[in-house]
């Protein structure tokens, strides 16, 4: 351990006399780091940076000292160093990876909006098959960290203007047009997003298509909806009660007691004993 601080010292003095000692530079780096004077080591760092002559130096020592300043739980130093590095070169893609995480982790969700929107700005112009993830997390953000359902509700529409039957900005969409009362944009997302449905949820989304065009008046399209639901799982109580309750309102007779009709059949289904004993 004397024998690195006796190094360290030597070499402090080789680079004091010569600031374009590379060799003197890399040993002290590694002495520093070997001893934990990691005061000294940022300090190193950042003198090198201002001595660099190339973008590409100094972004990569300005990598090594973001990580340093991270490790010594040091944030927004950590934070300084990668931004400078997307100030120079917005493409830097390790910078910018880097960077977002620690805005994410830090709770600075402004300032990972704003860093999203410039590599969306990118990815539309040289990397299109990026596009759709990058706005994806940009919309959640908005809407979960930020709170800002406007916005958050433009970016998922972003995306279906590209990718018209995506699953995820389709859900969202048609939750916040539900929340916010668009009940018209609600049922036509809901509609979209039945049509392209592959799992089981397709029921579900059916029900809540009859309820947006329920409260746009639109009883045929109600109607529609819930036979829809009916057709993806026959036994669905709530479509089914619903279904009734519309037949009685619109005086649809013949409708409902065919419905009455395959209720009572599957009563018999489910419960086949009881039948064999009444017969």
């Known amino acids: 351990w004397s024998s690195d601080v006796c190094s360290s010292d030597l070499y402090e003095m080789l680079f004091e006399n010569d600031g ?5 530079a890399t040993k002290l780096r590694e002495l520093y780091a070997a001893l934990g004077r990691r005061d000294e080591l940022a300090k190193l760092l950042e003198t090198l940076i ?35 590095i997307v100030d120079e070169d917005e493409k830097h ?3 910018v990876l880097a960077l977002s995480d620690l805005l994410e982790k830090t709770g600075a969700f402004g300032d990972l909006a704003e860093l999203l929107e410039k590599r969306i700005g990118h990815a ?84 809540r298509l009859a ?13 529609s909806a819930l036979r829809r639901a009916l057709e993806i799982s026959p036994s669905d109580v709530q479509a089914r009660s619903e279904l009734r309750t519309l037949y009685e309102r619109t005086k649809k007779w013949k409708e409902l007691a065919e419905l009455l009709s ?18």
Do not use: W
């Open 20 to 24: 374009e000692d590379a060799v003197a």
């Open 50 to 84: 201002d001595r660099a002559m190339s973008a590409e130096t100094r972004a990569s020592l300005r990598i090594d000292l973001a990580r340093l300043q991270g490790e010594r739980g040091k944030a927004d130093e950590a934070i300084a160093a990668l931004r400078a």
């Open 93 to 95: 893609v390790e910078a």
């Open 124 to 207: 539309r112009e040289e990397s299109p098959s990026d596009l759709t993830a990058l706005e994806m997390k940009l919309a959640k953000l908005f809407e979960e960290k930020i709170e800002d359902r406007t916005r958050a509700l433009a970016t998922y529409e972003a995306v279906l203007a590209h990718d018209a039957n995506h699953a995820g900005a389709l859900e969202a969409v048609a939750r916040l047009t539900e929340a916010n009362g668009d009940n018209a944009k609600a049922a036509d997302v809901l509609a979209r997003l039945l049509d392209a449905q592959a799992n089981g949820d397709g029921a579900a989304i059916a029900l």
């Open 211 to 223: 309820a947006a065009r329920g409260k746009l008046g639109d009883d045929a399209g109600v109607e």
């Open 262 to 279: 395959s209720d009572a059949e599957l009563l018999e289904k489910a419960h086949p004993d009881d039948v064999k004993v009444q017969e």
